[in-house]
C-alpha cells in the first residue's frame, strides 16, 4: 500500500467521524428525552437550530426578525440573564433544570434567576408540552409561554411577555 493511498484513506476516515459528529438538525422522531426521562416534542414554530451531544437549540419562526439572529447570537450560553417573571396559574409550576435542581415558583409570585432553558411540570407530575423562556435585558424582557394538560386533562395555556422585540430560544437537555 503507498504512502499517498494511506492517508487518503485516513483523511476518508476523519472526514467521516467528523461528518457524524456534526451538528444535526432534526429532532428524533420520538421526541427528545430529558434529563428527567420524558420526552419532549417542539412545537411546529420552533426551528432547530443544531444540536451537539446532549444540547439542542431551537429558535421560534418569525419571518421578519429571524433573519436577524442566529443561534449564536441569540443562545450565547446556557445562562442568559434573567429578569423577573409572573406566574399567575391556579397551581405551582416547579422549574427543572438541565442541571437537575428544582425550584418551586409560587403562583402570583415573581421569580428572578439565571438559568438554561428547562421543563416546567405541574405538582402532579405531567409534563407541560411547550415552554419558551426568552432572556431579558435593555433591549428585550424576559417572556414566559407555557401550554400543556394536567393530569385531569384541562387545558393549560400562559402568556407572560413585555414588549417582546426578539424570537424565543430554546436550550433543551437531552439525557
Known amino acids: 500500500m503507498s504512502f499517498s493511498t494511506t492517508l487518503w484513506k485516513i483523511a476518508v476516515l476523519c472526514i467521516t467521524v467528523?461528518?457524524?459528529?456534526?451538528e444535526s438538525r432534526e429532532v428524533p422522531s420520538q421526541g427528545i428525552k430529558t434529563a428527567n426521562?420524558?420526552?419532549?416534542?417542539?412545537?411546529?414554530?420552533?426551528?432547530m437550530v443544531g444540536n451537539f451531544g446532549d444540547k439542542y437549540y431551537f429558535i421560534?419562526?418569525?419571518?421578519?426578525?429571524?433573519?436577524?439572529?442566529?443561534?449564536l447570537t441569540f443562545c450565547p450560553n446556557e445562562h442568559p440573564a434573567m429578569t423577573s417573571v409572573r406566574v399567575d396559574s391556579q397551581e405551582e409550576l416547579r422549574y427543572i433544570t438541565s442541571y437537575g435542581i428544582n425550584t418551586t415558583i409560587p403562583a402570583g409570585t415573581y421569580w428572578t434567576g439565571a438559568t438554561s432553558f428547562g421543563l416546567y411540570s405541574w405538582p402532579d407530575g405531567s409534563l407541560l408540552?411547550?415552554?419558551?423562556?426568552?432572556?431579558?435585558?435593555?433591549?428585550a424582557p424576559m417572556c414566559l409561554y407555557f401550554h400543556g394538560s394536567n393530569a385531569a386533562g384541562e387545558r393549560l395555556w400562559g402568556e407572560r411577555c413585555i414588549n417582546r422585540h426578539f424570537p424565543i430560544c430554546q436550550i433543551i437537555t437531552s439525557k
Request: net charge negative; charged share 25%; no cysteine.
Open 37 to 47: 426521562g420524558d420526552f419532549y416534542i417542539p412545537s411546529p414554530r420552533m426551528n
Open 60 to 71: 421560534e419562526s418569525i419571518p421578519t426578525q429571524t433573519d436577524y439572529y442566529s443561534a
Open 18 to 22: 467528523l461528518a457524524t459528529r456534526a
Open 129 to 139: 408540552e411547550d415552554l419558551y423562556i426568552d432572556r431579558g435585558n435593555d433591549y
